[in-house]
């Protein structure tokens, strides 16, 4: 095992795998090779971070210290098992895989989770990431706590179940405010309404949670018991029943929290 | 009825009229007096933007060519009637109270209803706040379309029923989100994990929306038919079943969209 890591393979060429890769290379680090599902994947992500793609995921171990698994949760074991022996270090990227599901496959593992969502179009600012690290040893926590940290200053310790807590904060926060800004832009088309009405206010609640508690910013009729107002707004939302039941629902959570 | 509009009052003293008495000042108009059920607080809000406060809802009318009523949505009727008669032009800044409420009180009346979250702590960027105006003639119409323009340049003209669907439109995009944050926040805390380690995927998340329909920007378990994951977060939820159940159902609607 390398304890000062300066080559690094990834298997996997989807969105994390595409940021992480690109981002290591402009830190300095050499990206040995690539693997992918998809040999022409492979290849794309290659060809942009001045590596080579492998169609063996054997080929990953060729002259690297470590190996990055960024691919579907579901395939993190068969991958693991097919790299075969390793003597360098191997971390998956998964918010919600025990960090022990690479236990059989090699000595020294981890875990490198960035909390962000990642798209191809969409540019990443790695500096304000979180990334939690878990590790098979502490010379192994040290040694992916220093590729991190050339990621990001936000650089944090977690187990395999504060990591999964993480993640389920971050899928409400994230995924499911999405889910909210989805409902808002139907609601929007069905009214020929614009879409970027919504812009600013959402910006704007957005942004105030940095201010304090979410729980002190929360504003609107539930807030405020108003119950006329949510029971006009539940009835104008007549013909999309599963948005008035979601509607009444949420308004109740809101509420209780302000007896 | 004055078509050009000098001397504006306000009936009210919350977050809306907070804000918009201050920029209305800003903005060159002549604050002529304020009116709140509780007059220490009418007084505060005269002496911030040069006004002077009234004891009687009445001496509203004196030198004001529009009064703003900026009260809770269950008062209006109430202020409204109070007023008494007047020739100018009244407002009232709600969602989702249709501008009729004002029909039996006054001749020229009319809605401006500024599409954000106000709190007395935050400063509001008021050129990128939307406002809908509707108006009992076309007069009054362009009279109250001239003070929001100086307002903002985002105004847009919306009939009740039109503007209570916005509202609704709003409550999903900010208030529920808000609660979104709230509820990763508790799960943070219940973790000892710091506010903080969220606000990077939240400022992401809000951002992405402007690029394109949030739709497409959508990411997580649910969007991928993750079942593995998905029963595994509500699983690690059990200790917080209110949350597990909003958990499930939000997977679903989330499932549902990507068929």
Request: a negative charge; charged letters at 20%; hydrophobic letters at 45%.
């Amino acid at each position: 095992m390398q304890t000062s890591i300066k080559n690094v393979a990834f298997a996997g060429s989807g969105n994390v795998a595409w940021h992480l890769a690109l981002e290591l290379k402009l830190k300095g680090y050499h990206i040995s090779h690539v693997w992918s599902r998809e040999y022409t994947n492979a290849d794309e992500l290659a060809k942009s971070c001045g590596s080579v793609a492998c169609a063996d995921i054997a080929g990953l171990r060729e002259g690297s210290d470590l190996i990055i698994i960024a691919v579907a949760d579901d395939a993190i074991n068969d991958v693991a098992r097919s790299i075969g022996k390793f003597d360098g270090i191997v971390v998956h990227t998964a918010g919600s895989v025990a960090m022990d599901i690479l236990k059989h496959s090699f000595e020294h593992y981890g875990v490198l989770y960035p909390l962000q969502t990642f798209s191809k179009e969409t540019a990443v600012h790695f500096a304000d990431v979180p990334f939690l690290l878990e590790a098979s040893s502490p010379e192994v926590l040290k040694a992916i706590n220093q590729v991190a940290l050339k990621l990001s200053p936000r650089v944090y310790d977690a187990d395999s179940q504060k990591r999964m807590l993480l993640h389920i904060a971050a899928v409400f926060a994230s995924n499911y405010s999405n889910l909210m800004y989805v409902i808002s832009n139907e609601i929007l088309n069905n009214s020929n309404l614009p879409p970027d009405i919504m812009y600013p206010l959402i910006q704007e609640t957005a942004q105030k949670i940095m201010k304090g508690d979410p729980l002190k910013m929360q504003t609107g009729p539930a807030r405020r018991h108003d119950d006329t107002t949510i029971e006009k707004h539940i009835a104008a939302l007549a013909s999309m029943p599963e948005y008035a039941d979601l509607y009444r629902l949420l308004a109740n959570l809101i509420s209780k929290k302000y007896k």
